[in-house]
């Protein structure tokens, strides 16, 4: 009914859009019919009967366009207003920029327009989380999902980790005290250790032929995973889901709900050269970081110290191989050739995606497995006994595999434009016949069209694979996600945040910086003192063992 609904909103706005053109048409149409009426008064009655049957056909018309007036004034706009507001959602959910630089003037609206691009973002994050829980829920139907989340919820506290590696372990023996949550009804012949054992084949190399024999499995026809992979994928996106709500990290006061502040964004979080850097970003769900002034904490004039003390330019230039796809990155000033070059220029040429367009393979094909897991899906609520309905979610896990190979045998059409330069010039339009005319390239502002087969593009490569920084420097901190400061809910910036977010700017203009550089002068004292303690310590004990 929802979609129903949507479709009838975007219909009803096409007829407005195209309102010019439906008078028009009315015109013609009555202009049609009294000639038609005026020929047929003529020819076998008389003028009266040309003038009523005008009249007549006037007032309907007229009542028809009233009637259409009338509910335009009570109804329609409403629904065009919601239609827009669909195809903006759409639009800042697929296709804006997940990292991005907002410039206007004093007043403008910068500060609403982001508010409420991050509302819908946030939304789209949490929609998509809920979408592959479902599916994998869906895919995996051997485990038993209703004890696996009883039991997340129960060991929650030790699955709120930053670290990859530790949420690995700690899941691998909650599986294995709980035989890996596997249904009663495949449990016969279970053995848990061997299960866990295939997932580390799998992992080590997803073709080898032990792997090949393993029953549960997922193969989309790129990559081939074990279905406990897709089971820590599930807890990792549940623990996210569940209990740690927070999305959006910002450096100014900003509420996510009306009952969530957002957390305080900081410098330390970012800066990754710093030997003891603070990484509590989550390991799934994706954030968003909003930094608003931007042009003022990373001026554009005198040294490069700000960008780069603060660890910016080096976590920018990586952010989305350490925080992944999802992360969304706004910068909000007032002009962008105030920031610091390094943070807009971290290469020499810039290539923007346009849009892509994904040509699916097996539409045919695709149409009718659709219509089969529907009448699983249907039989399967209706089954009245465990083996049958078993057997229905199996087929539906085959079902949806079977449709991602043969959507992965179609073909992918990337828009590009290519530029060296970030200012704004108009692009020209060129194909690849001509710039493979030049023996070099000597257009530099232009928009072409590429095509490739989805398996030559997808599955190739590891676009995560500097994660491993992630990784190392998680384990260097004893900060979390979910402890970090959140922004009061009276929406007042106090001294607190602004040592937490620790811009050399800010704290020069509170004047907190020297108490600051004190406070780092004597931890790095007591650090130093604490070592020779310690190497006296060592000293002293290996002292005895030598006489």
């Not at 010019?20 to 076998?44: G, H, P, Q």
């Not at 029953?215 to 990792?236: E, P, V």
């Not at 005198?302 to 990155?329: D, P, Q, V, Y």
């Amino acid at each position: 009914m929802k979609e129903l609904k949507k479709k009838f909103r975007s219909f009803y706005t096409s007829i407005v859009e195209h309102s010019k053109t439906l008078r028009i048409l009315i015109l013609v149409i009555i202009t049609i019919m009294a000639i038609f009426f005026l020929i047929d008064s003529y020819l076998n009655y008389d003028l009266n009967y040309f003038v009523r049957k005008e009249i007549f056909f006037l007032l309907k018309v007229a009542l028809v366009v009233v009637t259409g007036l009338l509910y335009h004034r009570l109804f329609g706009k409403w629904h065009i207003h919601e239609n827009n507001v669909e195809l903006t959602k759409m639009y800042v959910s697929e296709k804006i920029p997940r990292s991005m630089k907002v410039e206007g003037s004093r007043g403008a609206g910068k500060d609403a327009n982001i508010s409420g691009m991050v509302t819908t973002l946030r939304t789209y994050l949490i929609e998509q989380i809920e979408d592959e829980m479902d599916l994998i829920e869906t895919i995996c139907y051997p485990y038993n999902f209703k004890q696996l989340n009883s039991c997340l919820d129960d060991n929650h506290e030790a699955l709120m980790t930053n670290n990859k590696g530790e949420f690995f372990l700690e899941f691998i023996e909650i599986v294995r005290e709980h035989d890996c949550f596997i249904k009663q009804f495949y449990a016969k012949d279970f053995n848990t250790e061997e299960h866990i054992q295939e997932l580390y084949t799998m992992k080590k190399d997803p073709s080898s032929g032990d792997a090949l024999k393993y029953k549960f499995k997922y193969d989309d026809g790129i990559s081939k995973k074990h279905f406990l992979t897709l089971l820590i994928r599930y807890s990792l996106l549940f623990i996210r889901y569940h209990y740690l709500d927070n999305y959006i990290i910002t450096n100014q006061p900003y509420k996510e709900t009306e009952t969530l502040p957002a957390i305080v964004f900081s410098t330390n979080y970012i800066n990754i050269q710093k030997t003891n850097a603070d990484w509590v970003w989550p390991l799934v769900g994706g954030v968003i970081i909003i930094e608003t002034e931007t042009d003022a904490f990373y001026p554009n004039v005198g040294g490069k110290e700000s960008a780069m003390k603060t660890g910016m330019r080096n976590f920018k230039a990586f952010f989305r191989h350490l925080l992944g796809e999802e992360a969304i990155w706004i910068g909000i000033g007032q002009k962008a050739k105030r920031t610091q070059k390094t943070l807009r220029e971290l290469d020499d040429s810039f290539v923007s995606i346009i849009e892509m367009t994904k040509v699916y393979g097996g539409e045919k094909r695709i149409f009718f497995q659709k219509k089969a897991i529907a009448w699983q899906e249907f039989w399967e609520k209706r089954s009245l006994f465990n083996k049958s309905k078993e057997r229905q979610s199996r087929r539906k896990s085959k079902g949806i595999q079977r449709i991602k190979r043969l959507q992965n045998k179609g073909y992918l059409y990337f828009d590009i434009k290519v530029s060296r330069s970030d200012e704004f010039t108009t692009p020209k339009q060129m194909s690849l016949k001509q710039i493979l005319r030049y023996d070099k390239p000597i257009y530099e502002n232009y928009t072409v069209k590429l095509c490739f087969r989805i398996r030559d593009s997808f599955g190739r490569y590891n676009s995560h694979y500097l994660e491993m920084i992630a990784d190392k420097l998680s384990k260097k901190t004893k900060s979390q996600w979910q402890h970090l400061e959140r922004w009061d809910m009276d929406l007042t910036m106090k001294i607190k945040h602004a040592v937490t977010m620790n811009y050399p700017v800010l704290n020069e203009i509170l004047g907190i910086q020297k108490i600051l550089d004190d406070i780092e002068k004597k931890r790095k004292k007591q650090e130093r003192e604490k070592k020779k303690e310690r190497d006296a310590l060592e000293k002293t004990q290996e002292d005895p063992q030598e006489s």
